[in-house]
């Protein structure tokens, strides 16, 4: 089924009434929401299913929060990557108690963002417009993003330079944080990923720094790396289990050298717990075996 079409059952309310379920992101994608109204639409041969509210799909891509607390001290960047990442395409920030020099301060900073195509303020509250990222399929973008991990990864185990490895690192994080973001739409990746899928840039980045010029360990940490962003990718479950098997056999070459070769340990950790729970689906969806007569 692509993102556009789903099958859903049609069940029984009551006596007489017909109910179909919404798929979630359709409802999140569209802004509808418990208690809207619905218009249902026969038109040959067909149900044509549309929110009432014509604004109802602008508010779902709208995210309001105040500038105090949390989102204060993570700061304006961290602001922006999570609605970047989570698909918001605008932010509003009521200016209710922020003085006239935070405001400014604050406008400041989120000109400076790279993800952000504008910053204006109302009477009551700054309107952020996050800038459109180029349209990719999430699946394509996870290709991508394994890819420049792997290229570090040959880099360092060349003797590669701090600048390239960093360079690398900035386009793969751009990469993942574009696919969690067209994720959104596709469900492609699943949620429980995001966190090490985020964190793999820079740990990569790291262990590479640490290690340039041990080609067995790299090596091996590049293998674990391709077949968990190609599970991911291809949803496929053979691929997810060969990269925890892969990382824990990471983990025990780094055990045994000791040293600066620790610094895989916590990938390969990541990587095997990840994996195994990502795993889940494709051991609990398998038909069962008939029995042998």
Not at 95 to 120: C, F, I, W
Not at 134 to 149: C, G, N, W
């Amino acid at each position: 089924m692509s993102e556009s079409a789903t099958t859903r059952k049609v069940q029984r309310l009551g006596g007489s009434s017909l109910i179909i379920t919404l798929p979630k992101q359709w409802a999140r994608r569209l802004g509808i929401k418990v208690g809207d109204e619905i218009e249902v639409v026969e038109a040959g041969g067909k149900l044509l299913v549309r929110p009432r509210d014509s604004r109802a799909e602008d508010r779902a891509s709208t995210v309001t929060l105040r500038y105090n607390g949390v989102a204060r001290a993570a700061g304006v960047d961290a602001i922006v990557d999570c609605a970047f990442v989570h698909g918001y395409n605008r932010v509003e920030i009521p200016l209710r108690g922020l003085g006239e020099t935070d405001v400014k301060r604050l406008m400041a900073e989120l000109n400076e963002n790279e993800k952000v195509a504008s910053v204006e303020r109302g009477s009551d509250r700054v309107v952020v417009t996050i800038a459109p990222s180029p349209s990719a399929d999430a699946t394509r973008l996870i290709k991508e993003a394994s890819s420049r991990l792997q290229d570090m990864l040959d880099e360092a185990s060349r003797g590669a330079e701090e600048a390239e490895v960093e360079g690398l690192r900035a386009q793969a994080l751009e990469l993942v944080e574009a696919s969690l973001r067209s994720s959104k739409e596709s469900n492609i990746i699943d949620p429980m990923a995001y966190g090490v899928l985020l964190s793999l840039p820079s740990m990569v980045a790291d262990a590479a720094l640490m290690l340039k010029g041990r080609a067995d360990l790299l090596g091996k940490l590049k293998e674990a790396v391709g077949e968990f962003m190609g599970g991911l990718a291809s949803a496929s479950g053979r691929r997810l289990l060969n990269a925890a098997m892969l990382a824990s056999e990471l983990r025990n070459m780094a055990m045994h050298v000791g040293g600066p070769a620790a610094a895989v340990v916590p990938i390969a950790d990541a990587l095997i717990s990840v994996s195994m729970k990502l795993l889940c689906p494709s051991l609990l969806e398998q038909e069962p075996e008939e029995p042998i007569e």
